[in-house]
């Protein structure tokens, strides 16, 4: 079973930030917090992924909390072409599979 | 184009058919894994490889179901007698097998039993 919460579906207008929440209360200690998204008809495309500190590359970034039960994904800038369903997933590699959950569907709208 | 491969795109099959699915993993990453999705749902975990090595598998392959790995680079994807139930994107993804590496997802093959 997945690991994360993540509400079923979000909007939000187009130039402004995204900010996508993330709740991942039982994660231990060695796993990562990682997000993808997926575009319809198309393979999930990684995003961005980290262990305790924020990360940011040229797609988004990734703020985890202290405690790191929970973290949000900020798309800063958000394009029609961001629509998609977003994946919060908790994995470490050493342990198999990823599991996904069901997302979050963003819907950037004009 | 460096990323994940994945042939076909499309296969359209009549139920009780055999389909072999073939996925190319970026060159330098040694696992590669299988993941099935249906419509409306987040991909499902089937199966994955380090180098040759099939390590884990999902009860969802059933014994219809073979996967291969043969050199540790391409592999392939193979369902003997597809039902209908089979319908769905599969979908393959490789990574590095170092702590934290990411998996990169080619674009699935999309099977449809008919």
């Known amino acids: 079973d997945a690991k994360t919460t993540q509400p079923p579906s979000m909007d939000c207008a187009e130039g402004r930030a995204a900010n996508l929440p993330c709740n991942h209360s039982t994660i231990s200690g060695n796993e990562y917090v990682y997000w993808y998204r997926q575009i319809h008809s198309q393979g999930p495309q990684y995003i961005i992924h980290?262990?305790?500190n924020n990360e940011t590359n040229e797609m988004a970034s990734l703020i985890i909390t202290e405690d790191r039960k929970s973290s949000t994904l900020i798309l800063p800038h958000a394009t029609l072409r961001d629509t998609a369903v977003y994946y919060c997933i908790v994995w470490s590699n050493q342990g198999g599979k990823l599991i996904f959950g069901q997302g979050t569907e963003l819907s950037v709208k004009p | 184009d460096t990323g994940v491969s994945q042939d076909p795109r499309h296969k359209i099959t009549k139920r009780g058919q055999n389909v072999t699915f073939r996925c190319d993993p970026i060159s330098e990453h040694n696992r590669l894994y299988w993941y099935r999705q249906t419509l409306g749902q987040g991909p499902e975990f089937l199966t994955y490889?380090?180098?040759?090595?099939?390590?884990?598998k999902s009860r969802l392959l059933s014994d219809r179901f073979s996967a291969e790995r043969p050199k540790g680079s391409f592999s392939t994807l193979e369902i003997q007698r597809t039902e209908q139930g089979d319908s769905a994107m599969y979908l393959c993804?490789?990574?590095?097998?170092?702590?934290?590496?990411?998996?990169?997802f080619g674009n699935g093959t999309r099977l449809t039993v008919t």
């Open positions: 490889f380090q180098n040759e090595a099939q390590l884990e």
């Open positions: 980290g262990l305790k």
């Open positions: 993804a490789s990574s590095l097998a170092g702590w934290g590496s990411p998996l990169h």
